[in-house]
């Protein structure tokens, strides 16, 4: 595979590329399919220490990235002026509409369901819109804490592939 090596490297940073661009779209997993990418280096090259090492770290990084951006649209939605009570329905109802209609239901219903539960809550729609607009905020901040996440990830991969 020696001659080989310098494509399959190639392939895998393509691959991780288009993990990183992909996380402009909200729906696309492009940190796990920085991580697959990872994956399928380490076996097809094997595992030695440092590289069981690293790609734990890029496991780590994968899940955390995979779990902030709740944390930050939550955030968002809630310095917008939603309540926690909001915040969680919300986050239901995004996943709901992400199960019922692939892959856009989430992204339309979680809005839509902090909009709803605040005009309620709060009888003023611009209130309502506040909270949306906080969300939105989050889901900008969200983008860039993913996008570094898997930069990281990336230089993690460099570092393994460097130490083989």
Same mark, same amino acid.
Not at 58 to 69: E, F, H, N, R, T
């Given at each position: 595979m020696d001659w080989l090596e310098p494509a399959f490297i190639w392939i895998i940073q393509i691959v991780i590329l288009i993990g990183l661009v992909g996380l402009v779209i909200p729906i696309f997993p492009g940190l796990v399919l920085i991580w697959l990418a990872t994956l399928g280096y380490g076996i097809a090259k094997g595992f030695s220490t440092s590289g069981w090492i690293l790609f734990a770290l890029?496991?780590?990084?994968?899940?955390?990235?995979? +779990? +902030?951006?709740?944390?930050?649209?939550g955030v968002g939605a809630r310095k917008g002026g939603a309540s926690w009570l909001t915040v969680a329905i919300a986050l239901g109802v995004g996943l709901l509409g992400t199960i019922v209609f692939p892959p856009l239901g989430g992204l339309i219903a979680a809005p839509l369901a902090i909009f709803g539960l605040e005009l309620w809550r709060q009888r003023h729609w611009k209130k309502a819109g506040k909270a949306v607009g906080g969300l939105a905020i989050g889901w900008g901040m969200t983008f860039l804490v993913r996008f570094g996440i898997g930069v990281l990830m990336m230089i993690c991969w460099w570092v393994w592939v460097w130490k083989s």
């Open positions: 890029i496991s780590l990084l994968m899940l955390m990235g995979s +779990v +902030v951006d709740n944390i930050l649209m």
